[in-house]
T-cell receptor, first 111, second 114 residues
């Protein structure tokens, strides 16, 4: 039972444009959401998070939007850069340490 | 301040052997988590430990897998009598506290069972 879903396994975007990565979840008890970025042969690196009491959190070029009624969150990267090419994982937790991860979306930013 | 250190980075074991994966958390972190990533899948929670205690091992396979985090030294994930299906990347993470404390991940150990 996949509680956190990333339905797009891959995404290609031109440099300078916006990248939008999507994530859906099924468990209404989740109250904390995170995005991690992963390069090949490296561990996941924390990118940005959002609590369920908010609907938006922004950090530089990265913005995460949360739509609780739709159980959907998205990560926007503007402008996209070639160095952003990586696999992005969405994760969720319900007030505990146990993160439930999605299967990831591979982003490729074309120069 | 060194990050989460995992070793070895790559480990090859024959079927039936034992695999030991080590994780040294970030300095000052007493909470350690182990995750497994199978090919083409996301990371799956395995176990959560604090110093000398297993808090949650609900993601651990019932047999052959064990984890510890002794008072001194790194956390160890031990897999006995490895099988081909154990081949995966194993990631360790640590955090300052529990709850929604941000977890920092190590670079992972890639286990290959031949």
């Amino acid at each position: 039972d996949q509680q956190v879903k990333q339905n797009s396994p891959s995404l290609s975007v031109q440099e300078g444009r916006i990248s939008i990565l999507n994530c859906d979840y099924t468990n209404s008890m989740f109250d904390y959401f995170l995005w991690y970025k992963k390069y090949p042969a490296e561990g996941p690196t924390f990118l940005i998070s959002i609590s369920s009491i908010k609907d938006k959190n922004e950090d530089g070029r990265f913005t995460v939007f949360l739509n609780k009624s739709a159980k959907h969150l998205s990560l926007h990267i503007v402008p996209s850069q070639p160095g952003d090419s990586a696999v992005y994982f969405c994760a969720a937790s319900s007030g505990t340490y146990k993160y439930i991860f999605g299967t990831g979306t591979r982003l490729k930013v074309l120069a | 301040n060194a990050g989460v250190m995992q070793n070895p980075r790559h480990l090859v074991r024959r079927r039936g052997q034992e695999a030991r994966l080590r994780c040294s958390p970030m300095k000052g972190h007493s909470h350690v988590y182990w995750y497994r990533q199978l090919p083409e899948e996301g990371l799956k929670f395995m176990v959560y430990l604090q110093k000398e205690n297993i808090i949650d091992e609900s993601g651990m396979p019932k047999e052959r897998f064990s984890a510890e985090f002794p008072k001194e030294g790194p956390s160890i994930l031990r897999i006995q009598q490895v099988v081909r299906g154990d081949s995966a990347a194993y990631f360790c993470a640590s955090s300052l506290g529990g709850g929604n404390s941000q977890a920092f991940f190590g670079q992972g150990t890639r286990l290959t069972v031949v």
